[in-house]
Every structure is written in C-alpha cells, then in structure tokens.
C-alpha cells in the first residue's frame, strides 16, 4: 500500500510531498536571469525610443515643411521663433495643413516624450545609486515630457488661434527651448548614471 504525500513528508521531508515537475518549477530566479530581464525591457525600449525620436523629427516633421513652403516646424526650432515667424507660417499653411500639424502632436508628438520618459527613468533606475540621486537625475527627463505634452498644446493653439498674440507667441517659443534644454539634460542624466557610479570603498587605496 503506497504511502500518503503527509506519510511522505513526516520521512523524506516536505519536498518529497510535493510532485517532481512541482517542485522543479518553484525555483527562485537567479540575481543574474533578473538582471538578464532588465536588460532586454531596456534594449527594446531603448529601440523604441530612438526609432520614435527619428521618427517625429527626421520624418514626419520634416515633410510637413512641403505644407509650409520650405518653413521648419516650430518644433524643430531649437532657438525658439518670434512672433513674425509664427505668423509667417500661419499665412502659408492652410486649414488642413495646420490640421495634419496637429494630429502630428497628438499622435508621434505624445508618443515619443511619453516614450522617452518611461526608457529614461528605467535608465536610470537601473543604474544610478541612492534614491537621492536617483531623484535628481530623473527630474529632468519627468519635466522634459511635461514640457513636450504642454509644448504640443501651445503650439496648435498660436497656429490655430483667430488672433495671433505676443503672448501665444512666447509662450510656445519658450517651452520648445525648454524642451529641447530638458532633452539635452536628460542626456547628460543618463551619461551620468551609466558612467558616473562611485567606486566601491574597498577598491580605494589609502595613500602611502
């Protein structure tokens, strides 16, 4: 007569009360499958980021410039624009034109920031030691994308606005300079913490 799995257990232990393939499976991972994990979320979405910013820059935003006679996006406008530029451009995109610019922002324009901060913060997590540092590293690429999103709205709205202000005007041109600031920023956050992790004290040497 075949013994009980408690039967089993009181002898062999509690792992002998367990079936084979149950127990083969429980196993923990492993530091370095974990790690092994990461790094592929990292990888594709590191990927994903660059085909977007490539994407919405070096594609999209440069063939609206065949509605606008030649005018560069004010996205693209790392220096910002005036308030002529502004209307200049306003004067040569039409209704549908200004239409397209917008569902731009909406679609690749929200994507891509929203993208870019998920991948820069996992970046940065990943690799930046102590939550202090870890927060003021973050913070640039947090307000790049609240910058971008809001960068979108302003935009449409001096482009599609009955009047066009000064107001409108510096506004928009003040948040694509600040977005592209906060870009570079965040950059130089990543840069800081791949390469910049401090040395481990018992790798220090004392003077002699």
């Not at 935009?155 to 041109?173: H, M, R, V």
Request: glycine share 6%.
């Amino acid at each position: 007569m075949g013994k009980t799995p408690a039967q089993r257990a009181a002898k062999h232990g509690s792992e002998a009360a367990m079936p084979p393939h149950l127990a083969q499976t429980t196993a923990p991972r492993s530091p370095q499958q974990t790690k092994s994990n990461a790094n592929l979320l990292l990888a594709a979405a590191v990927a994903t980021t660059l085909f977007m910013f490539f994407y919405l820059h070096l594609m999209v935003l440069e063939q609206m410039t065949q509605l606008s006679n030649g005018m560069a996006m004010p996205d693209s406008l790392v220096g910002g624009y005036s308030m002529e530029y502004l209307a200049d451009l306003r004067s040569v995109m039409d209704v549908d034109a200004l239409g397209q610019l917008s569902y731009v922002h909406k679609t690749a324009g929200t994507i891509f920031p929203l993208m870019f901060g998920f991948t820069w913060l996992l970046i940065i997590g990943l690799n930046a030691r102590g939550r202090i540092r870890r927060w003021v590293l973050w913070a640039a690429p947090i307000l790049f994308v609240i910058v971008d999103l809001w960068e979108n709205v302003a935009i449409d709205a001096a482009l599609g606005t009955g009047t066009l202000t000064s107001a409108d005007a510096t506004l928009a041109s003040a948040l694509t300079i600040a977005r592209w600031v906060l870009f570079a920023l965040s950059l130089l956050a990543a840069v800081v913490a791949v390469f910049g992790r401090r040395v481990p004290k018992s790798s220090q040497r004392l003077p002699q």
